[in-house]
């Protein structure tokens, strides 16, 4: 029996519905990125959203997390908590947000800038970016968990950045988090295969420095190491025959 989880059409319309309302709640919050918003302010804007749309918030509440979106800002990789800290020219955020339809989950996060950059930091969006765009580009019924970790490794790898190898893209549906890993490091012709009608979130998390992580003290935000900047983005993407449709 397969460990992937297999969607039927109608449960594939509520996917649908969740991913539309994820994506639209991350364009809002991109919207919002500016000079002196603090992170709770975008929090509380996805949530009021979400909910508007008669979606529910995947991420609060899940292992005693307490917000609606993960807000991780320069060297913070994954699972930063919304709060007062304002946001200031120079600084990257990445914004992860999940949405729950019919006890479906989507997943999806994007990496924005304020004000100026460094040329760096430019670079380093636009590579992690590429590798999701790569990968999106690859799935498909038959493509293995191996291909997708290959692909995002040379892109990153090529451009003189780093995955982060303890955080993995994951299968996705009734469960936040479910069968199969999808490391962002790996070997092309490796993992099992993925079948048609399953879900996947792939999320390149990719750093100018370090590939290793650290825990902040409040349990959850997750560091690079060497306080190097990280970029973060991610699709949910439904797997096809022929192709995968971007869920989210």
């Known amino acids: 029996m397969s460990q992937f989880q297999i969607f039927s059409e109608k449960e594939i319309e509520s996917l649908k519905r969740g ?6 709640c991350l364009d809002l919050v991109e919207s919002m990125v500016a000079e002196g918003v603090t992170t709770k302010e975008l929090d509380d804007a996805a949530e009021k959203f979400i909910l508007s749309e008669g979606g529910k918030p995947g991420f609060k509440g899940y292992r005693n997390f307490p917000a609606t979106l993960c807000t991780s800002i320069n060297e913070e990789s994954v699972h930063g908590i919304p709060g007062d800290r304002a946001l200031k020219g120079g600084d990257i955020i990445s914004v992860d947000c999940g949405v729950i339809v019919d006890g479906l989950y989507t997943d999806a996060c994007f990496t924005a800038y304020v004000g100026e950059i460094s040329d760096e ?10 590798c999701l765009e790569n990968v999106v580009a690859l799935v498909k019924k038959g493509v293995r968990t191996g291909d997708i970790s290959a692909i995002v490794q040379k892109t990153a790898e ?20 479910q069968f199969p890993d999808i490391p962002n490091v790996g070997e092309a012709g490796t993992g099992p295969k993925l079948p048609a009608n399953t879900l996947i979130a792939v999320e390149p998390i990719i750093s100018a420095g370090s590939d290793a992580v650290i ?10 190491k060497d306080s190097a900047l990280c970029a973060h983005f991610e699709h949910t993407l439904l797997v096809e025959e022929g192709r995968c449709r971007v869920i989210a």
């Not at 451009?159 to 996705?172: E, M, Q």
């Open 215 to 224: 825990s902040g003290e409040d349990g959850w935000t997750l560091s690079i």
């Open 19 to 24: 991913g539309k309302i994820l994506r639209a």
């Open 158 to 177: 090529d451009a003189g950045f780093h995955p982060v190898r303890s955080l993995t893209g994951h299968g996705l549906g009734t469960t936040l988090h």
């Open 121 to 130: 930091a430019q670079r380093l969006i636009k590579v992690t970016k590429q």
